[in-house]
Nanobody, 124 residues
């Protein structure tokens, strides 16, 4: 059974930092594009960052670029999202997603599996 389990969300003041984690199981991790997406109330889901299945390219969304960093753990089934200089507009539910053999990873329809999300709230 494919599982993606996010953790690490919480409440933080603007300017603060959080690190989200995603533990993947039930599939061959190296065959999948991995993405972090987020969805704020009343808004569409948007890409935070993704890496394609060949690990040859990483794409950050415009707002997170320069503040957020995605990394893959040494165990290779864990993905991290380090978020610095958080802003109130970063408030959202953050989802970890996986797409099988995806050369491109930028769009939500590139993904086959996703977790239940972890909530991030940033106060001003």
């Amino acid at each position: 059974e494919v599982q993606l389990v996010e953790s690490g969300g919480g409440s933080v003041q603007a300017g603060g930092s959080l690190t989200l984690s995603c533990v993947a199981s039930g599939f061959t991790f190296d065959d999948y594009a991995i993405g972090w997406f987020r969805q704020a109330p009343w808004k569409h889901r948007e890409r935070v960052v993704c890496i394609n299945s060949s690990r040859s390219s990483t794409h950050y969304g415009e707002s997170p670029r320069g503040r957020f960093t995605m990394s893959i753990g040494t165990a290779k089934n864990t993905v991290f999202l380090q978020m610095n200089s958080l802003k109130p507009e970063d408030t959202a539910v953050y989802y970890c997603e996986a797409g099988h053999l995806r050369v491109n990873c930028r769009h939500t329809n590139d993904y086959d599996h996703w977790g239940e999300g972890t909530k991030v709230s940033v106060s001003s």
